[in-house]
């Protein structure tokens, strides 16, 4: 019988450290991979990375500030919300910007009398300059004596004659309220209900007088003066 030999086998080199050695797992020779396996290992992998590609969209979508689908629901909800808001406070100033819907003309006891006011009880007045029924007060005129502007449908306090109330269009196309044929006024410097300070103020190229109840002018009564005796002299710097 031939007896095989079998050579020894290398030495490990001492200058290599075992400890730096790395150790490779290699299948054995002739082994095939189970597909099943493979199919599982790629699964994981690519579920891996699904998994780190919708964490970082998620992070991407918080940076921008989509957040998630509750958050962006909550959002929108907020903005619908503060649009109502705006809506609703728009309505109201335009509201207080118009005044109320019913010019009340009623009558009201002042220095002068009972004079017609508005729904305010501000003093309202006639223009001598009007003809017709048409108001001549306009622009600048119009700041210092806004009109009485009808919104709806006016009404009339005790006192007061329904049959003399009446409309005039006005040259901007807004409706302004008439008593007598006389259009209507209230006076910017009148600060407070039964104040009568634009009572014969002439201004505009006319006069301006507080209304009665039977739609004339309200004459101021004449101011009561007193005279005394003064003598004069020519001595301007006493003693004299």
């Known amino acids: 019988m031939r007896r095989s030999s079998v050579s020894p086998a290398p030495a490990r080199s001492a200058s290599r450290p075992f400890a730096s050695a790395q150790t490779v797992f290699r299948d054995p020779p002739g082994h095939r991979l189970n597909p099943a396996a493979l199919s599982s290992r790629n699964h994981r992998y690519r579920g891996g990375d699904m998994r780190q590609m919708k964490d970082r969209t998620n992070q991407e979508q918080e940076l921008v500030g989509f957040g998630t689908p509750t958050q962006t629901f909550v959002l929108l909800a907020l903005v619908s919300a503060l649009g109502l808001i705006g809506f609703l406070a728009a309505g109201s100033i335009a509201r207080s910007a118009t005044g109320t819907s019913h010019a009340t003309v009623s009558l009201r006891k002042t220095k002068l ?19 017709n029924g048409k108001s001549s007060c306009n622009a600048t005129c119009a700041s210092f004596w806004p009109p009485l502007i009808r919104h709806g449908k006016p009404t009339v306090g005790p006192g007061v004659k329904a049959s003399l109330l009446g409309t005039t269009r006005r040259s901007n196309g807004s409706v302004q309220l008439t008593y007598n044929k006389h259009p209507l006024y209230g006076f910017s410097l009148d600060k407070r209900a039964g104040q009568t300070n634009g009572e014969g103020q002439s201004a505009f190229g006319g006069r301006w007088y507080a209304v009665s109840a039977n739609g004339t002018a309200v004459h101021k009564p004449p101011a009561v003066t007193t005279t005394t005796n003064t003598t004069t002299s020519s001595c301007l710097y006493p003693p004299c």
Do not use: C, I, P, Q
């Not at 009398?113 to 003809?131: C, I, Q």
């Open 113 to 131: 009398g009972s004079v017609l006011v508005n729904s305010s009880g501000h003093t309202l007045y006639m223009f001598a300059k009007d003809r």
